[in-house]
């Protein structure tokens, strides 16, 4: 007997003990809950029966049923950091000319970072630029846009 059919054999024998357990907890379960258990052993009779006609299903539930792969990605991080000051806020304090003087103290990234917190590169273009002017200018932009949205409709 080769290493391979050792192996097969098994396999095959682990596989028939996990059977057999399984219908032993069925005939447990279905002395507490016939429903139950007569729904699971029938659920149980259609997929083997379909995996057994079709390969294709066969091979997709071995997949699902492998559950997850040990590598997990990790989480993508944001790239920028937060920015210092929520622009639609202290327009909402001070009004245009306040936002303007409270973005005037604001560096180039710092200015990127509330560029990129409150999605104002809808151009991809922004985050390219190194004008803190225009910086500025898109984040004021973008607030004020926001701020009149739908004034058309307001009485």
């Known amino acids: 007997m080769t290493m ?10 682990a596989a028939q003990v996990d059977m057999e357990a399984a219908a032993a907890a069925l005939r447990k379960l279905h002395a507490d809950h016939p429903v139950l258990a007569t729904s699971i052993a029938s659920l149980i009779h259609v997929l083997a029966g379909e995996a057994l006609h079709n390969p294709r299903f066969a091979r997709d539930l071995e997949v699902a049923l492998a559950g997850p792969k040990d590598e997990v990605p990790e ?3 944001p790239k920028r950091g937060p920015g210092v000051i929520d622009p639609f806020a202290v327009h909402l304090d001070v009004g245009e000319e306040g936002l303007r003087a409270a973005l005037a103290i604001l560096d180039t990234e710092q200015l990127k970072d509330i560029v990129a917190e409150c999605a104002m590169d809808y ?9 803190a ?3 500025r200018e898109r984040i ?4 004020i846009a926001r701020a009149t949205k739908g004034e058309a409709f307001r009485g």
């Open 4 to 13: 391979d059919e050792l192996l097969s054999d098994t396999r095959r024998a």
């Open 140 to 143: 004021v932009e973008r607030v």
């Open 123 to 131: 151009d991809k273009r922004a985050m390219r630029w190194r004008s």
């Open 133 to 135: 002017e225009r910086l």
């Open 75 to 77: 989480a993508r991080r």
